[in-house]
């Protein structure tokens, strides 16, 4: 019973480079790399960043778990042609929540100190100043309070931002206030000068920041979006900045990555793009791969199984 290596990401990690990370915790195990050129029925298990393709999925007969290196599962879970019999895992890493709440952290304070606006006046030789705003008198929504907006939500909590969080399903043990709901959506929006994102995309969270839900914003906010690009509508997104509505959006994941040459987002003066890198490193997970071939074999429950109907 082996195992494929197929990130076809060789920007974040080699395939090779995965094997050897993950063999001394697997001896004897046989770990093949790269796309299938023929039917390989000892695979029970793929390690994937993107999607396993008809073509792929056809040479593993006996697939029996995909395993996500990374958090977001969308592109498998709506593969409708996945076989109902094949489980999808993703990972859950410490590391990565802690370098996204601090990419969340860095954004939210170069507003407050207006940093891009005297990094533009630089290049101008302008001399101008600006009053910076007091933490204690701003706030932050955090959309989606999993491993990664919990620690965002905390970081933030914990600098002296005023914190409200929004998920799926109510949080008891906060120390912050949170909601549910699109009532609950619409307060935590309407009440916050930063509103991040860290929602997965799942059939619910499509589209769920459109021009209804964005004309609720607070009057000159702050948009962070570094969960999943199609939780904006993007146009809407642009009619917003353009009313005034939002006063900037910091964007990280885009409906179509790369970010197409002529998307109208590149030069909008209101717009800081960065090309999907607030969480990047996943060591401290990477764990879960070995633990979950061994729990596969022993017909074990798995480490951050997805629920497919919920999608996340
Ligand atoms: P989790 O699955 O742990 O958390 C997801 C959160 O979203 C939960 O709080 C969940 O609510 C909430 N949620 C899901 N659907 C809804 C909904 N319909 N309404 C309200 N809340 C909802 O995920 P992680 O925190 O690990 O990761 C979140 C996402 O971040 C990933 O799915 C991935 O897309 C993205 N990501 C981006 C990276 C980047 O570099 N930009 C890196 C890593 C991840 P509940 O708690 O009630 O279940």
């Known amino acids: 019973m082996s195992i494929l290596i197929d990130l076809q990401d060789r920007n974040w990690m080699k395939d090779s480079d995965l094997k050897q990370l993950i063999s001394s915790d697997l001896p004897g195990i046989p770990i093949y790399c790269g796309e299938p050129n023929k ?24 697939l029996r778990l995909i395993q996500k290196v990374g958090a977001g599962v969308e592109n498998m879970i709506s593969n409708c042609n996945l076989p109902k019999h094949i489980k999808v895992c993703r990972m859950s890493s410490e590391i990565q929540a802690k370098e996204m709440a601090e990419y969340c952290l860095a954004e939210v304070l170069a507003y407050q100190r207006n940093i891009r606006e005297y990094f533009n006046n630089q290049s101008l030789k302008i001399w ?13 929504s955090i959309l989606g309070l999993g491993l990664i907006g919990m620690e965002i939500a905390q970081t933030l909590k914990n600098f002296g931002f005023t914190v409200f969080g929004w998920s799926k399903t109510a ?67 642009l009619h917003v900045l353009s009313e005034g509505i939002l006063s900037g959006a910091t964007l990280d994941v885009f409906q179509q990555e790369p970010l197409p040459n002529e998307h109208p987002f590149w ?46």
């Not at 997970?285 to 109907?309: G, R, V």
């Open 39 to 62: 039917k390989l029925p000892s695979i029970v298990m793929a390690i994937v960043i993107k999607n396993l393709d008809q073509n792929t999925l056809r040479k593993l007969p006996n």
């Open 128 to 140: 101008k100043q600006r009053q910076p705003s007091i933490v204690k008198e701003k706030s932050v």
């Open 171 to 237: 949080k008891a043990q906060s120390n912050f206030t949170n909601y549910t709901g699109i009532d609950g959506l619409i307060t935590v929006v309407s009440n916050a000068d930063y509103v991040i994102s860290v929602l997965p995309e799942t059939q619910e969270t499509k589209d769920l920041l459109s021009l209804n839900i964005l004309r609720k914003f607070k009057p000159g906010s702050v948009l962070i979006n570094v969960g999943r690009g199609s939780v904006i509508n993007e146009e809407d997104l």
């Open 267 to 312: 030069t909008h003066p209101k717009i800081v793009i960065t090309p999907h890198v607030s969480g990047w490193n996943v060591e401290d997970a990477i764990e879960t791969i070995p633990l979950n071939y061994y729990k596969l074999i022993k017909n074990e429950p798995l480490l951050f199984e997805i629920d497919q109907k919920r999608g996340y």
